[in-house]
């Protein structure tokens, strides 16, 4: 009887377990959350800003590092507020070589001393996200669909910081991001928009 007891128990559990894993994919809370907006189309791709949501309320992520992979043959024109880690074999392309031709990027903040220029709104923290706080990049996609239609999420998604570990789920198309102008007199909407959840798994 004590056995039949106690194995109740551990599936119990173990449902319960499963039951916050599946919670935890799909809140925003206590998460990392990666959204991607779409922010206007070029003759190749698309512009689009990368923005990582801190929604932990007591761990802060130092050294954070984003990766993904391409579903088609997407290149990186250019960046601002980070950068990718590798440039690949971009020698295919005469003239005007983009920032990252690999098909699984890895993307790292920029440092705060980092020329204007080169920057966005909320970037270049040397990769810390503390709670409640944000981190931002822009690229410019190419070899990419440019509509609605055609233009594909990168899959596979992986979202690292020195001694963490993250799980992130699958993509998914949500109502588009809407901006307000720092003047708060205009109101933009992104063309499209992906939301990317991951979980903290462990510290190693």
């Avoid at 779409?38 to 050294?63: E, I």
């Avoid at 990718?84 to 705060?112: A, E, Y």
């Amino acid at each position: 009887m004590e056995s039949i007891f106690s194995t109740m128990i551990v599936l119990l559990l173990l449902s319960f377990s499963c039951l916050i894993s599946t919670e935890a994919l799909t809140s925003n809370n206590g998460n990392i959350t990666i959204k991607w907006d779409l922010m206007n189309w070029t003759p190749d791709g698309y512009v689009a800003v990368v923005t990582a949501y801190n929604y932990q309320k007591q761990r802060s992520v130092p050294g954070w590092k984003m990766s993904w992979r391409w579903t088609r043959k997407e290149v990186i024109w250019n960046m601002f507020g980070a950068k990718t880690t590798q440039q690949g074999d971009c020698s295919m392309f005469k003239g005007n070589i983009p920032h990252s031709c690999v098909r699984k990027p890895t993307v790292v903040d920029l440092l705060p001393g980092t020329p204007f220029n080169q920057q966005i709104a909320n970037c270049c923290k040397s990769g810390v996200l503390k709670p409640g706080l944000e981190s931002a990049f822009q690229l410019s996609v190419g070899n990419a669909g440019n509509s609605v239609k055609t233009a594909r999420m990168p899959a596979n998604f992986i979202f690292t910081a020195p001694k963490q570990q993250y799980i992130c789920g699958p993509s998914k198309n949500v109502r588009p991001t809407r901006f307000i102008t720092a003047d708060k007199r205009r109101t933009t909407t992104a063309l499209m928009t992906w939301n990317i959840t991951c979980v903290f798994h462990k510290a190693t």
